[in-house]
DNA sequence: ATCCTCCCCTAC
DNA sequence: TAAGGTAGGGGAGGAT
């Protein structure tokens, strides 16, 4: 779909000559509000709007929404709108095509409300696509959709989702809680679907059509992922639309009130003086939701608050009944070994033994262990023994969030329903609320935005927000900001809200946890290190169950401890740049700056749920399907990639082919293949083709996948999502306004010309490149120019070759065309120069070969790597059945990697050089906002140099020390200046050639030595644990394990020691608090299987499923058993 | 010394 | 029954 409508919405603009152009837009005087699961997404649909002049209402206005638009009832909504325009999708559609907005009474969802049946004639979902496709009239539309009248308007609109259909007008917020709804919604929704599945009555992915669509809509983590991009998308916007701060005004006058109200006099003084303080450098303030999906549930269930709630598909009602060859405690067994295993890998012989013990048994000792210091959990009591938490009848469905009432009884997100209701019986359960969710994350987006524009998304539920200028210009003092904010956010959205204030966004992160449930804290610590002391590690950014455990081994469990290392030390145990992290956040340093704008690196598409493939045939069908999935959100963000990767998880040689969870995907390990290509595609064919030619090099058989994903990378085209070019702000744009130097802009042409230039440059070089690269391909190949023999020849299509041609192609083409300058961009740093040129791809633009970096095609398998290096490490024990298995499959498909070819390349680093001196002045030229974007590439680059400094290590290490590392583990790469920034040319640029000042500027001196340090450890590597950290008392297990095969009754419950120290087990479930990822074992819900054992807070989620990362380390090994 | 690929890990 | 997604930081190690 996203593909039609964004070819729709081209024709539309080619005709139209201006789509930026509001006052011609088609929609000019509509506002629409989407209300639940429409064909073209609301995101779509708001695009559409965007562009063609209409106006996209992110909730419900009743005054100022014209239209709102949903492909399924509304229900509850609907009966309190008085708005009679419910109108389908299709009408918007329809009206981009016509070039005209259409009568849309023909599209009214439906006619009369008492009914309220809605009328939708065809399939509501996804399945649209096709018609709509296929209906071009009008005329054919309206002859689908029911027509009728309106509705009547009725009441005005709930919060409500979507979930009451049917009924009638009462209010949904009295209806009764409890999980019924929640099937409502489904069978309303679903309606249409009516009797499908054929066979097997699950969702499979083979058996039944719809699976792909189905999934999606019921999953939450596809969700709140899917509203994390979004939000983060929206801050973009809110900024670009200008600045004006309507909340401000507010906030003086509260100010005023309050502070006379309040009587203190002083107060007002007070809070100056403090402000002061904070002022002098930053004031950060972090906002999260209060158990988030609990809180906007609870508004439809007004009737149980204050007790025990949760989220979740199932009920909890009925007892699992078991499968044939479903064995939870062996597959949880089974999973904790494999974690173990891998996260041996990662620790010094010495500090592994430990673990080992764990897991070999008992575990009850350990938990105490750490329980102990913990024990903090409030409830209490944890029995500690053993209950078992998870046995072969309990649910495993998982609880995406809990009420604080639930917490207290060691409930935490992320745990499986069955053992949550052991530990809290009387815990209540209530379904998801989609809409919901969005429509209360765009009130408390909207409500901040109307202070300050410094705000930086973190998900649908949380933000960054950086205070400084704002509490400057209203001489307001955080505690008052806060208390005005949350009280707003609690009227408009009727949830509560906590925030947590500080110097920095590592401190702001930890307030918010002291006032969580419903409060704000402020924390301006005089002496940092000394605030962080008593933390545990674990609750620092990054810090997960994997590096937890590692740290545990090595005895630090707090930030005390682990302020005794020096940067050095941390720097050789675990990484240059996480080292620097970590030396910096156990002394209450941060310097990350709080940012806004960012770059997608990578588009993907995964299903780990429900997949059982009986033939080939039923794998590259799912794939074909998830292959167009992933063509339309690159289709829908006007992104194209250049890398394709299948992502495959592979039921584990000795995992039972029944998983623990139903249609989880059990212990796997991941196997990934992936393609250069010489083009940048978002091609649903050819992502397609090239995707089932990877399917093609894996051996595993089709019956054991449990897992299948594509991820399109090394993105190409202009980033922003809507529609409007205007969005795009980016170098390059900065570009092409400003030339730098001696030429201004790169392009000749203007930004809109260029573009279009471009895009027919592009498309016709790909063209060109594709077709001579398709058929020919393999013949091709061979000429490339560098390393002709690259690519191997699989590539289909043409990858490779295409490579070859296309670089020379590519470079003639530009030239030709002539719209970019060389010079300039040659000027630039390499780096930076790379990433200039790939905006400009990005955005359609071609550009000559010798500036890029060369292309490759090859084709490489992924995962293997792993698998081969354990293979060699594993080689010894032979194991490794696994072996076989993972590794096999990628040695075989191996392909060799893919050299780059730079020899280009090469030339323009000569370039680059000289470029400095354009970087200066480039740099002062260009805006705020690119700067920041180069610097945040530079910063990419200086992470090279914090390796560096890590080998020089010791020395570095103390003289970075303080200030220097912003980054939270991750990368890292901030610190804008960290210290001194190398002036403009450092001597590190050199080394880095292409980097300039800029790079220097960004980074910090580092130089990266790289991976010596971890060495000494790599050779073990891998396994990992998960770990997962819980807030604070979580629950971390252990599990017993026992011999992988079977073990003992599930039962083993560990005490909830065990638990926090086995952690170790796995985590069944990654999500849960102390969770692995998802990667390996069972399922995530550790603490679930863990539950058996204890749990309370420290319990681990062991996921059945697999370990994080696991699979393809342990896979390999996890083989072994 | 760098660059680039291939993962793992973390987070919501 | 249950709906186990997804993006980006970062380390290791090979290629240049
Ligand atoms: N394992 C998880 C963790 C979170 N979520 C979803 C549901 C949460 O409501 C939302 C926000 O996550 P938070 O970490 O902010 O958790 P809550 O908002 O539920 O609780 P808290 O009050 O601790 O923030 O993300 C989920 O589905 N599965
Ligand atoms: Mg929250
Ligand atoms: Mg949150």
Known sequence: MAAKIAKLEKQYESSTSNINDNSQGIFRGIAIFVNGYTEPTGEELKRIMMVNGGTYHHYYSRSKTTHIIASNLPDTKVKNMNTERIVNPKWITDSLRAGHVLDYTKYLLYTNQS?????????????????????????????????????????????????????????????????????????????QTTGESPTKG????????????????????????????????????????????????????????????????????????????????????????????VSVGLRKHPHLRGIPVAVTHAKGNAPTQAREGRDRQYELNYYKERAEKKLMKKMKPTNQAPLVNKETFDISDEESVEEPAKSTTPSSDKKFSSIPLIDETSSMSEIASCSYEARKAGVRNGMFLGPALKLCPSLQTIPYDFEGYKEVSYKLYDIVASFTHDIEAVSCDEMFVDLTELLNSCQASPEDFASLL????????????????????????????????????????????????DHKVSELPGVGWSLG???????????????????GQLQTAFGSRTGQSLYNYCRGIDDRPVKSEHMRKSVSAEVNYGIRFTCVADAEKFISELAAEVANRLTSVNLKGKCITLKLKVRAKDAPVETAKFMGHG?????????????????????????????????????????????????????????????????????????TSSKKSIFSQDTAEKKERLDNSISSSNTVSNVSNLRRSESYLDPQPGPSGLQRTDPKESKSSSGVNHTSGSKNQSTGKGTVDLDVLMALPENLRNQVISEYEQQGYTIPCAAKSPEKVSRTVGSDRESSLSLSSKMASPGDKDVTGTSEDRKDTYSPHRTSTNSESLESEDLITSFSQVDSSFLDAIPAELREELRQDFEHKKQAEASRSASSGTKNKDTFLVPVMQAPVKKGNKPKEKRGRPGKLDPRRTANKGLTKLTSLLQGPNNKLSSKIDDDFQPPIAMKKPKGKSVKTQNKKGSPKGSPKKVKPLQSALPVKDVQQLCHPVPFNPRAPCALPLGQLPSAHSQDLVMPYVLPQSAIPLSLNEMPSISSSLGQESLLT
């Open 115 to 191: 009914g309220s049946q809605p009328k939708l004639p065809f399939k509501p979902l996804s399945v649209d696509k096709n018609e709509k496709m296929r209906l071009d009239t009008s005329s054919s539309v309206s002859s689908d959709i029911a027509v009728d009248h309106k509705m009547q308007s009725s009441v005005e609109m709930h919060e409500a989702s979507s979930n009451d259909l049917k009924l009638n007008i009462t209010d949904t917020s009295n209806l009764t809680a409890d999980n019924s709804g929640d099937k409502t919604n489904l069978d309303t929704t679903k309606n």
């Open 202 to 293: 699950h969702a499979m992915s083979t058996a039944n059509p719809k699976f792909l669509s189905e999934f999606y809509n019921n999953s939450r983590l596809h969700h709140i992922s899917t509203m994390g991009a979004i939000f983060k998308q929206y801050v973009n916007e809110i900024k670009r639309k200008g600045s004006s701060f309507p909340g401000r005004k507010r906030l003086m006058e509260w100010l005023k009130t309050s502070t006379k109200n309040t009587i203190k006099p002083e107060g007002s003084h007070h809070h100056l003086d403090k402000g002061f303080k904070l002022r002098s450098k930053r004031v950060i303030m972090h906002i999260d939701m209060d158990c988030f999906f």
């Open 486 to 533: 949350r009280s707003e956010i609690q009227a408009a959205t009727g949830c509560p809200c906590s925030a947590g204030m500080g110097p920095n966004m590592l401190i702001a992160r930890m307030a918010t946890r002291l006032a969580k449930p419903n409060g704000q804290h402020l924390a301006i610590p005089d002496d940092f290190a000394d605030y962080m002391k």
């Open 549 to 567: 455990k590692r740290l545990e081994s090595e005895g630090v469990r707090t930030c005390k401890d682990m302020q005794a290392w020096s940067l």
């Open 667 to 739: 212990v796997c390990d991941n196997v990934a293949k992936s393609v250069s290509l010489s083009s940048a595609t978002c091609s649903s064919d050819k992502i397609e083709r090239e995707t089932l030619s990877l399917l093609r090099q894996v051996k595993a058989p089709p019956q054991d996948f449990r897992g299948v994903g594509i991820q399109v990378s090394r993105l190409e085209g202009h980033q922003g999502s809507s529609g409007s070019s205007s969005s795009n702000k980016s170098v390059k744009s900065f570009f092409l306004a400003a030339k």
